[in-house]
C-alpha cells in the first residue's frame, strides 16, 4: 500500500480513538461531541501529513477545555422571590491569546452547550488572525417576560462571580443569545463596580458611550454576508437581484438582511424562537427592528400591518420557501438533513451559517454532495469576534476608530478568511471544501502555538 494511505488510515484510526474517549469523558453532551467530531474528521490530512501534532498530544490537549467553572446565581424576582440559575464560563484554549468569546442566557444553556461553543471559539478566533484564544459562557437564565429590574439583577449577580475569572488580559466575554447591549451595560456597570476601577477592555459589544466600537453591533450579520459575497464572486455571483431567507430576528439576523438588502437582495423571510415570516416584496426590516429590538415583541405581530405577509408557527418551515441563498442566523442544529434536502430542491446557491452550529452534520453532507457554496460558521461568522478584538485594541490604546475605518477592517478580515479556508481546502486535498479548510487553518495556528509553548 502507498504510505500516503497508509498514513491516512493511520490518522484516521487515531483520530477515531481520540473522539471515542471524549464521548466516554464527556457523556450525554451531544452538541459538544458534534462539534467535536466535525474539527476531527476535518484535520485526518493534517495528522497524516504532520506526526508531529500526535507525538506533542495535540488532539488529546485541544478537545479539553483548560478550566470549566460553574456557579449558582442567586437573584430576586419582582414578586420577592429567590430564584436560582446555574452560570458557566469555560475557558477552553489561551494557547494564542487570552479567553475570548460571548454569554448565551438562554433556558437550554447547560454544560454541553457551553464547550461546543468554546470549542468552535478556539477556532474561529483563530481564523480571525486576531490574538484571542477561545472561551464562552452564559446561564439557563430565560430573559424572556423579564422586566429590565430582573434583567438587571439576574445579570448583577451573575457578574459578582464571574468576576473573580475576567480581566481585560485574561478573559473577555461579549453578547450572544440572550446578551445584547442592555445586558452588555449591566454586566460593565457591576464588573467597575467590584473591581473600583474603569477597565474597559474588559468586556466587548459595550455602548459606544463608554468605550464600545462602532460597527461592533452589524460586525457578524456584516460579516456573514461579506463571506458568502466572496463565496459567489468566486463563481461569478452575487446578492443583487437575489432572493434570500434569513432565519432569526436577533443580532446577527437583523444586521445580515440589512447588508444584504444593501448589495441589491431581496430578504423574503426571518423568524424568531415561535415561528417565521414570510414577506415576498422584501421584509420590512424597520418593522422587524422596531417589534425585536425595542419593544422585545413576536415576529407573528409583523403580520397585523404587513398584509402581503404571512406567519407560520414553528421554525424548521422557513426553509421550506424558495431562495438563492440561505443565512441561518437563530441557533445551532436549525438546519436538519431533511430541511436541507429541500433547500437543495429549491434551488439554494449559497448558505452562509451566521449562527454557530446551525446545520447538523448530515445537513452539511447534504449541501457539500449537491455542490451548494457553503460557508461554516466558524469562517461566515467570525466577524463578530474580530471586531470585538478591534474593540480590545482601541480600549488598550484609548482611541476610538470611525464606523469606515471598522467596517473596512472587518471586510478585510472576512476576505482574508475566506481566502485562507480556501488555501488550506486546496492545499490538504479538499479543493472548495470550505469547512475542511476554516477547520484546518484554525488548527493549524493554535496547534503551532501550542507545541511552542510546550506541554500545558
Ligand atoms: P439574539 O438573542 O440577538 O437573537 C437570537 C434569535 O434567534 C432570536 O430571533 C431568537 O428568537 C432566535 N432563537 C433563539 N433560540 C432559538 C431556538 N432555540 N429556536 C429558534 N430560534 C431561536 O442572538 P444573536 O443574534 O446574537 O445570536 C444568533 C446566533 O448567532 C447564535 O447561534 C449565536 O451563537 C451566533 N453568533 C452570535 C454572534 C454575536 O456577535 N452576537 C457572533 C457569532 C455567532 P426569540 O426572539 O424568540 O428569542
Ligand atoms: O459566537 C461568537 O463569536 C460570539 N458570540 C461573539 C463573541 C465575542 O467575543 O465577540
Request: charged share 20%.
Amino acid at each position: 500500500m502507498a504510505v500516503a494511505a497508509e498514513q491516512e488510515i493511520q490518522a484516521r484510526e487515531y483520530i477515531q480513538a481520540v473522539f471515542e474517549t471524549v464521548q466516554r469523558r464527556n457523556p450525554n453532551e451531544s452538541e459538544f461531541q458534534q462539534a467535536v467530531k466535525e474539527i476531527l474528521e476535518s484535520l485526518v490530512p493534517v495528522l497524516a501529513k504532520h506526526p508531529k501534532y500526535r507525538e506533542q498530544g495535540i488532539l488529546e490537549r485541544i478537545v479539553e477545555p483548560e478550566r470549566l467553572v460553574t456557579f449558582r446565581v442567586p437573584w430576586v424576582d419582582d414578586q420577592g422571590i429567590v430564584r436560582v440559575n446555574r452560570g458557566f464560563r469555560v475557558q477552553f484554549n489561551s494557547a494564542i491569546g487570552p479567553y475570548k468569546g460571548g454569554l448565551r442566557f438562554h433556558p437550554s444553556v447547560n454544560a454541553s452547550i457551553i464547550k461546543f461553543l468554546g470549542f468552535e471559539q478556539t477556532f474561529k478566533n483563530s481564523l480571525t488572525g486576531q490574538p484571542i484564544g477561545g472561551g464562552k459562557g452564559g446561564s439557563d437564565f430565560d430573559p424572556k417576560d423579564k422586566s429590565d429590574r430582573e434583567i438587571m439583577r439576574f445579570t448583577q449577580s451573575f457578574m459578582t462571580e464571574l468576576s473573580k475569572y475576567i480581566g481585560p488580559d485574561t478573559d473577555i466575554p461579549a453578547g450572544d443569545i440572550g446578551v445584547g447591549g442592555r445586558e452588555i451595560g449591566y454586566l460593565f456597570g457591576q464588573y467597575k463596580r467590584i473591581r473600583g476601577a474603569h477597565e474597559a477592555g474588559v468586556l466587548t459589544g459595550k455602548g459606544t458611550l463608554y468605550g464600545g466600537s462602532l460597527a461592533r453591533t452589524e460586525a457578524t450579520g456584516y460579516g456573514c454576508v461579506y463571506f458568502v459575497d466572496e463565496m459567489l464572486a468566486a463563481k461569478g455571483l452575487g446578492f443583487e437581484g437575489s432572493t434570500v431567507v434569513v432565519s432569526g430576528s436577533g443580532n446577527v439576523a437583523i444586521y445580515a438582511v440589512e447588508k444584504a438588502a444593501q448589495l441589491g437582495a431581496k430578504v423574503v423571510a426571518c423568524s424568531d424562537s415561535n415561528g417565521y415570516i414570510h414577506d415576498p416584496n422584501g421584509i420590512d426590516l424597520a418593522a422587524v427592528r422596531r417589534l425585536k429590538e425595542q419593544e422585545r415583541k413576536r415576529i407573528a405581530e409583523y403580520v397585523l400591518d404587513h398584509p402581503g405577509a404571512t406567519y407560520q408557527e414553528g421554525c424548521s418551515g422557513i426553509w421550506s420557501i424558495p431562495c438563492d441563498i440561505a443565512l441561518p442566523c437563530a441557533t445551532q442544529n436549525e438546519i436538519d438533513e431533511d430541511a436541507a434536502k429541500l433547500l437543495v430542491k429549491n434551488g439554494v446557491k449559497a448558505v452562509g451559517e451566521g449562527a454557530n452550529m446551525p446545520s447538523t452534520l448530515q445537513a452539511i453532507e447534504v449541501f457539500l454532495q449537491a455542490g451548494v457554496l457553503f460557508g461554516p460558521a466558524k469562517a461566515a461568522n467570525a466577524g463578530g469576534v474580530a471586531v470585538s478584538a478591534l474593540e480590545m485594541a482601541q480600549n488598550s490604546t484609548r482611541q476610538a476608530w470611525e464606523f469606515e475605518e471598522v467596517d473596512a477592517r472587518l471586510h478585510g478580515i472576512m476576505r482574508s478568511i475566506y481566502q485562507n479556508s480556501v488555501q488550506a481546502a486546496e492545499e490538504y486535498g479538499h479543493p472548495g471544501n470550505l469547512v475542511v479548510g476554516a477547520n484546518i487553518a484554525g488548527f493549524l495556528k493554535v496547534a503551532d502555538a501550542m507545541i511552542a509553548q510546550g506541554v500545558v
